[in-house]
């Protein structure tokens, strides 16, 4: 199983990025996927989750603000981040498994997210 996250990068505050991950080796139809990130110092933290019939579930620190979708052609999940801040500063992880709310089956590597002027 294989998770390639992608697409971060340094972002004004205010700004907009979209993550991407790129999944193989998993049957992606059948799994839940979600984000997670990583503030320097601190724990890993739940941001967003999409089940495999498409309804999401956000962190009520980015409800509003961010979306996730998935392709289920190009075995692909996204994570649109408008209006960021400093705050979301960190590492994003893409995971996968069977619980929509919080999948953790399976994990990608991190794409640093850097929101500053």
């Known amino acids: 199983v294989q998770l390639q996250a992608s697409g971060g990068g340094l972002v004004q505050p205010g700004g907009s990025l979209r993550l991407s991950c790129a999944a193989s080796g998993i049957g992606f139809r059948i799994y839940a996927l979600g984000w997670y990130r990583q503030a320097p110092g601190k724990q890993r933290d739940f941001v967003a989750s999409i089940s495999n019939t498409a309804n999401g579930n956000y962190a009520d620190s980015v409800e509003g603000r961010f979306t996730i979708s998935r392709d289920n052609v190009k075995n692909t999940v996204y994570l649109q981040m408008n209006s960021l801040k400093p705050e979301d500063t960190g590492v994003y992880y893409c995971?996968?498994?069977?619980?929509?709310?919080?999948?953790?089956?399976?994990w990608g590597q991190g794409t640093l997210v850097t929101v500053s002027s």
């Open positions: 995971a996968a498994g069977l619980d929509w709310r919080r999948p953790g089956d399976y």
